[in-house]
């Protein structure tokens, strides 16, 4: 079987956050998300900062996106399907107010980012 | 199983002289063709949608001209992709292995050397996961060559949007023809940087400047590596003209030391770093769109370990990496490895190994006598252990001390996933005498998340032997039967060993 | 090294830690030995939950609701000063009939008497039909005949908690030596024993504490007073963080057959929590394998379909780790605490299978009773260290 040939279909359009971003047929979710200048992909579990596509190949879970209400997709791995809905900025793992974390031997040292 | 799964399976016929090969990159296309080559039949598996790996990434995306890749490499994408015997499996990810055997019930060593029990000697179960669903692949021989990934060592502000791997950067430009940003910064230590900066800047990127934390001048140090490779000089002569031609500066004995956000953008904070990388002034601060960073490269190990393959430190950079004879067999018969899970060597160095792994594979397959391997290996030996050199005096040259630990502060997050920073992981360590990643892990969850410790493993074992005074096992964070996360459907479906 | 104290702790898992805890506010000298790392037994490897669901009246369910008031007591100390143990009084809910097939009156018959002799001892318990479990959990299988809910059970992160004891334990002067293995037992001229010998030298002391684990058998051979502890293997699924799916602490009926049983075989059975890091925990099976470090995927295999049985949606969600640990398996089912008749000075802390996190605080409270010779607040003589006779000799005799 020889390997696949790149899409040669013409771009589409996908839903992110309710807005239509351009797709170029055969990009992925993150790809897709950086060519529109979208940054973030999702928000972290306690401290609710934002995270966007750090290792590009599948490695570090923090594209994760909801895709069509799957939660935790990579972005960085999952093609685009014509019609896809996309929402970036949530908290995988967590409902909003839920974080909880660190362990907590107090100290003047302690950091602030896990509370 | 998974509906059509029986089909798949059929495609070997029992008692065929079967090869799996983990990782179509050059490591394990070249495996794959050498052992084709000689009568096996070959499945490659590779979580990529193409094959090709990093190096040799094909984009996916019409219009986005593929890389014209340079010699032997190049090559294999072709040999490869029309071989009648090499059967390819993209899109699925490898998320356990096991030995297989005949009884169902039956437990594997895990966690050491073992000899074989049951089934054929040395066959391996692998447990894929892919865009149909779940399957398993058996194989009385396997090449695992499964690649590895950036290194990046922490710093405040690592984990803002806008902060990517260099080979991230690299893989989305090549790719799937975007860019992280127009103006971007690339940061870390490594030739790779100086590939990465021409690559961004063909594409169309503005690159504000390379920075390598190196001193550089150490390179003369290693005249007999470099004299063994005069092909290597012209590459590195290649890369300083592309700089040059596309006026990116080049910063040495200096570090990306921290990135804050700056309206729409980043702002990157440039400083002077010692020889251990201790910090010292501010040389610059760059306004950016984009950091690219990478230290280097971390091997993919954990199949392997999963496998009960003997690891070692690799010398030369500080890596876990898989021990192997010089065709590639690993302590666990029937499993070899190749590529950068057995040190981190370059492409070129990738796919002798993967070619020398290949031909022991068709030689433990019964395809070539010991004759006949000794042949076809020996050119490939000779040239595999050039390279190796190479390698080694770049890694010392690019090798990564502990001075980054400086660069922290106590907000800074080390373990991305589970957002614990270093203030919590050293008061932790004091406050309740952690000296063992076990215990650290599951008392602050550093390692704990998603990512499974691949990005922040290194770095929180560091900052561990630091706190606690006591060396650390780089292994601790590599072993663990789940390769890669992977639905519990595809878990609870799937059979016994077949 | 060298020191004499009044009690050497020999384990620190959480068993060992919250002995160490109970003695030194107690104003005891204690030194606690481990031969390898803070919670490198079964501690690190099981999950968190302290159930008196699971137990029937008995000296078993006594301890379990001792150790509920102690350890709510313990969360609360501890939290303030040496960190969150994760405590979560958040309920435990069991199930049956579960799946097509099943049947579910037999399994709610059972139930049923179950609860009633609980209820009869002082266990809060409250009949559920398939609606009311819904209600609890929204994510559960709609297959099922119905269940029970125990307002008591809680779970607690037992790391944190061996950590957080550990450390207020330090507070109060005792000290926590790591990488020490106690290779041997010294007796005075009358067989007392009056401390432990170590790769790091001789540790004097008023009493030894064996929190050995599954490994306690093996000390307590040191002192020739054969225990006939066995390591019984477990393996757990860990899933990716998810938005809280799994409210309380559920598990089959069957879960408390395949506790009582003494099958060497692989059992398997349901049981599901979240966790406050966002994890799912998929338990349990049980093996009597000695300490065999092998994978096993045929169990692990099992949990997830149990699991998937049990809360469909988690189908879909990602499994990240899986790992192992031995519980300290008595052959009674009863733990092995208090004073040794047979080698004075020797005090037994082990042998609670897979309820040691649980039972912990009740047992250090009595072992440091023991200890300091007060009379223990609940009796002792169903965990009496030398009531395995019948067992001792027959492992002699097959020896
Ligand atoms: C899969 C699984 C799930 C479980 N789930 C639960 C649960 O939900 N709730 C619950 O209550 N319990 C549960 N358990 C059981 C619970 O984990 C154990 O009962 C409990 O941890 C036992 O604690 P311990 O301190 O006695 O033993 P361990 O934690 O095993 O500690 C014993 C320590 O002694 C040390 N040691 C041994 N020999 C020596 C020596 N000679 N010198 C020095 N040190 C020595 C060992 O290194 C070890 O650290 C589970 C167990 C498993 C395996
Ligand atoms: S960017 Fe790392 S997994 Fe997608």
């Known amino acids: 079987m020889p390997p696949p040939e790149p899409g040669t279909a013409d771009g589409f359009t996908i839903t992110v956050d309710g807005a239509a971003v351009p797709v170029r047929a055969g990009q992925t979710l993150a790809a897709a998300l950086l060519a529109a200048g979208r940054r973030s992909t999702r928000r972290t579990r306690f401290a609710g900062s934002s995270r966007g596509v750090f290792c590009g190949i599948g490695i570090c879970f923090d594209c994760l996106v909801v895709c069509n209400g799957e939660p935790n997709v990579r972005a960085c791995l999952r093609p685009a399907a014509a019609g896809d809905t996309v929402e970036t900025g949530q908290r995988p793992g967590t409902t909003a107010d839920s974080g909880r974390g660190g362990a907590g031997v107090g100290g003047p040292d302690a950091g602030e980012g896990v509370r | 199983m998974s509906s059509g799964a029986p089909d798949r399976r059929s495609e070997h016929r029992r008692g065929a002289a079967r090869l799996a090969v983990v990782g179509a990159g050059p490591a394990g296309l070249a495996a794959a063709v050498a052992a084709a080559e000689t009568g096996a039949e070959v499945t490659v598996v590779d979580l990529g949608q193409r094959p090709g790996g990093q190096y040799l990434r094909q984009p996916t995306v019409a219009g986005v001209r593929p890389d014209p890749h340079p010699g032997r490499a190049g090559d294999l994408l072709r040999q490869a992709g029309g071989h009648p015997r090499i059967t390819f499996r993209s899109g699925h990810q490898v998320w356990s292995a096991e030995p297989a055997g005949d009884d169902p019930s039956e437990t594997w060593p895990s966690s050491r050397r073992h000899s074989s029990s049951g089934g054929p000697a040395g066959a391996v179960t692998l447990r894929l996961f892919g865009p149909a669903g779940p399957d398993t692949l058996t194989a009385p021989v396997v090449v695992l060559a499964p690649g590895g990934y950036d290194r990046v060592v922490p710093f405040p502000g690592w984990d803002l949007p806008g902060v990517v791997t260099a080979g991230g950067a690299q893989a989305l430009a090549k790719g799937q023809g975007v860019l992280v940003g127009r103006r971007v910064l690339v940061a870390g230590t490594g030739p790779f940087l100086l590939v990465v900066a021409a690559g961004l800047a063909s594409a169309g990127a503005q690159v504000a400047g390379v920075v390598e934390a190196a001193p550089l001048h150490r390179w003369s140090r290693h005249p007999l590596a470099v004299a063994g490779q005069p092909g290597k000089l012209a590459e590195a002569a290649r890369h300083f003209a592309a700089l040059r031609r596309h006026r990116i500066p080049l910063w040495r004995a200096q570090a990306v030391t921290e990135v804050v956000e700056d309206g729409a953008g980043l702002r990157a904070t440039v400083r002077r770093v010692d020889a251990d990388w201790r910090p010292g002034e501010v040389t610059r601060t760059v306004p950016v769109d984009a950091v690219c960073v990478g230290y280097g490269f971390t091997p993919s190990v954990e199949l392997a370990v999963a496998l009960g393959c003997a690891t070692r430190i690799d010398p030369a950079d500080g890596s876990l990496v898989v021990t192997v004879d010089e065709l590639g067999r690993s302590s666990v018969p029937g499993v070899l490895v190749a590529g950068e899970a057995t040190g981190v060597g370059g492409a070129g160095l990738a796919v002798d190994e993967g070619r ?123 072993k663990r039967q789940i390769v890669m996360p992977v639905p519990l459907g595809a878990v609870a479906e799937e059979g016994p060993p077949q | 090294m060298a020191g ?67 350890w709510r007591r313990w969360a609360t100390e501890l939290g303030d000063r040496y960190g969150d143990i994760e405590l979560e009084a958040k309920g435990g809910l069991v199930v049956t009939g579960v799946g097509p097939g099943a049947d579910g009156a037999a399994g709610l018959a059972g139930l049923r008497a179950t609860a009633r002799a609980q209820a009869a001892a002082g266990v809060l ?207 009674d089912h009863l733990p092995v605490i208090g004073a040794d008749s047979r080698v004075p000075g020797l005090v037994h802390a082990h042998g609670h299978e897979g309820a040691g996190i649980g039972l912990a605080p009740a047992t250090a409270h009595l072992v440091a009773q023991v200890v300091s010779g007060e009379r223990p607040d609940l009796a002792l003589g169903p965990f009496d260290p030398a009531r395995f006779r019948t067992e001792v000799e027959a492992a002699r005799a097959a020896a």
């Open chain 3, 125 to 331: 318990v409250e009949s559920l039909d398939p609606a009311g479990v819904r209600e609890r959990e929204p994510a559960i299988t709609p297959e099922l005949a119905g269940g029970l809910f125990y307002p008591q059970d809680m779970q607690l992160m037992p790391a944190k908690a061996t950590a957080a004891l550990l450390a207020a334990a330090r507070a109060d002067g005792a000290e926590v030596r790591l990488r020490t293995e106690v290779t041997g037992l010294s007796r005075d001229a009358g067989g007392r024993v009056v401390g432990v010998r170590t790769g790091a030298g001789p540790v004097a002391a008023g009493h030894v504490v064996n929190a050995a684990g599954a490994w306690a058998g093996a000390l307590a051979g040191l002192a020739g007073a054969d225990t006939p502890v066995a390591p019984r293997r477990g393996f757990i699924l860990v899933t990716e963080p998810v938005p809280p799916l799994v409210r309380h602490k559920v598990y089959s009926a069957d879960y408390l057959d395949n506790v009582a049983s003494g099958d060497a075989g692989l059992q398997s059975s349901t049981v599901v929590e979240g966790t406050p890091a966002g994890t799912i925990l998929i338990g349990a099976t049980r093996e009597l394998v000695d300490f065999d470090h092998r994978y096993n995927a045929e169990a692990v295999r099992r949990l997830a379909e149990g699991a998937v049985r049990l809360f469909p949606p988690l189908a879909a969600v990602r499994a990240m780790r899986v790992y192992h640990g031995f519980r300290p398996f008595s052959p």
């Open chain 3, 4 to 70: 004499s104290f009044d009690v050497v702790v020999v384990g620190a898992g959480i068993v060992g830690a919250a002995c160490a805890y109970a003695c030194a506010r107690r104003g005891l000298t204690v030194a606690v030995l481990e031969r390898a790392g803070l919670v490198a037994g079964a501690t690190g490897s099981g999950e968190g939950n302290l159930l008196v669901s699971d137990k029937l009246p008995g000296p078993e369910l006594e301890l379990a609701l001792f150790s509920n008031g102690l």
């Open chain 2, 356 to 478: 020398l792994a290949g031909l022991a594979a068709a030689h433990r397959l019964g395809l070539l006598d010991d004759a006949g391997l000794g042949r076809a290996a020996a050119p490939v030996l000779r040239r595999a252990a050039r390279q190796r050199r190479f390698a080694a005096a770049m890694h010392r040259v690019h090798r990564v001390p502990d001075g980054w630990t400086e660069w922290l502060r106590p907000d800074t997050v080390v373990c991305r996933c589970e957002e614990v920073t270093a203030g919590r992981l050293r008061a932790d360590v004091t406050g309740y005498g952690l000296d063992d990643i076990r215990a650290l892990k599951l008392v602050t969850r550093v390692g704990m998340g998603l990512c499974q410790g691949r990005v922040c493993g290194r770095a929180a074992a560091c900052l561990l032997a630091a706190a606690s005074g006591r060396d650390q096992p780089l292994e601790d964070f590599a």
